[in-house]
């Protein structure tokens, strides 16, 4: 009886060890943060990722489609569900790169590689000159982190969690900076909407200007991560690699090549779907595009939500969004030019509500320092709003 009852007061070795491991997962995760605060750390992402390597047969598919004269609507669903699986490789081989270089290093990997699906996609979108429809997908990706799956994170972590708390001083600098990209969005959107009969060449100019200093701004808030607040974080910054040097990059390599190949099957597939569907380019920008390029990190983000590292994820959410603002828009901006398709970042007027909508009902949200499930509802049901608004939204 006495060697029961200390049996069953002690917990077993196997339980512990796994106790021991999610608790130093969260703690470099929480390190990772502090240092790194535009970095995303996707440590518990990696069973998720193995779900994902089932959607790799769609890789073929989209591609036998395209080439052997299928269906367009067949093309572009399956060609989207290919990218999916890629991208999550993408994340999966930064973040092992990350782990062996160290922090910086990794930090800047992740930094410029963090939304790489969506930058390709957009990249042959821009090369097709659907404009339009990179465009959307930027407000689209802004407005999906932090409506979605910012709102279906706090949702469910509430759910399992109750009254979840994270770090209010550093969700207020990261709400601030968001505010700060949004209005950087929207000046060259409102100089363009003001002024009537408005020189292009003039439009063109302040995209570039406002691009340059978004750009500036992100790489003083990396220097910021990596110089003043590195010595409060942890000396761990990331994960355990579980690859090797050699098979991160070999992944990478690989996932990029074959993106590319499916974004240019995907992006030809665009003009035939809206035609056959009646859908608009506007909403395939917005809203499928999206959620196609990071559907595995926003699984992540509520994965962790469901830990209860809530400051993990909302490092996801609106990190990912201030990367999107403050580093892919601008690189579009300079490489359209490059390609001959200038890209302004003048936005319509109901995008611009949206995305200023988003950022403040986020912001509130996370500066208080905590979260309940309804906050979460109140999320996801501004996006539901926002959704059928773009869906019913005319060409």
């Avoid at 569907?277 to 595009?289: A, D, H, K, S, Y």
């Avoid at 996370?366 to 049901?381: F, I, P």
């Amino acid at each position: 009886m006495g060697d029961a009852g200390a049996s069953g007061r002690r917990p077993h070795r196997h339980h512990a060890g796994h106790a021991e491991s999610r608790a130093a997962c969260a703690a470099s995760s929480r390190a990772a943060q502090r240092s790194t605060r535009f970095v995303h750390f996707h440590c518990p992402g990696r069973t998720i990722l193995k779900l994902f390597y089932l959607l790799l047969v769609f890789v073929p598919v989209g591609l036998a489609s395209k080439y052997l004269g299928g269906p367009a609507l067949l093309t572009f669903a399956t060609a989207a569900l290919g990218v999916v699986p890629l991208a999550g490789i993408i994340g999966e081989a930064t973040e092992n790169l990350a782990a062996r270089t160290g922090p910086r290093v990794g930090g800047f990997l992740n930094a410029t590689l963090g939304n790489g699906a969506e930058f390709i996609i957009t990249f042959f979108a821009i090369r097709a000159g659907l404009l339009d429809l990179v465009k959307a997908s930027i407000t689209g990706s802004i407005i999906g982190n932090l409506l979605l799956v910012m709102g279906l994170s706090i949702l469910v972590g509430g759910l399992r969690n109750g009254r979840q708390r994270f770090d209010r001083v550093r969700a207020g600098l990261d709400a601030t900076m968001l505010i700060l990209a949004i209005i950087a969005l929207g000046v060259p959107s409102l100089f363009s909407h003001a002024i009537e009969a408005v020189n292009h060449d003039a439009v063109e100019y302040l995209s570039l200007g406002v691009a340059v200093a978004m750009m500036v701004v992100y790489g003083l808030g990396l220097l910021y991560s990596f110089t003043v607040a590195a010595p409060l974080a942890r000396p761990t910054a990331h994960g355990e690699a579980t690859w090797s040097v050699k098979k991160a990059l070999s992944a990478l390599a690989l996932a990029t090549v074959f993106i590319a190949w499916l974004s240019e099957v995907l992006v030809g597939a665009v003009e035939p779907v809206v035609s056959s569907l009646g859908w608009t380019e506007f909403f395939l920008g917005i809203v499928i595009i999206p959620i196609v390029g990071n559907v595995a990190e926003h699984l992540v983000a509520v994965q962790v939500a469901l830990k209860d590292e809530m400051d993990l994820s909302l490092e996801i959410s609106i990190g990912s969004s201030l990367q999107i603002a403050l580093f892919v828009a601008p690189v579009l901006v300079f490489v359209s030019l490059l390609m001959g398709n200038p890209l302004t970042l003048v936005f319509d007027q109901f995008e611009l509500i949206a995305l200023a909508a988003a950022a403040l009902i986020a912001a509130l949200v996370a500066l208080d320092g905590e979260s309940n499930w309804m906050e979460g509802v109140q999320l996801l049901v501004v996006y539901i709003i926002l959704g059928l608004a773009f869906f019913f939204l005319p060409a």
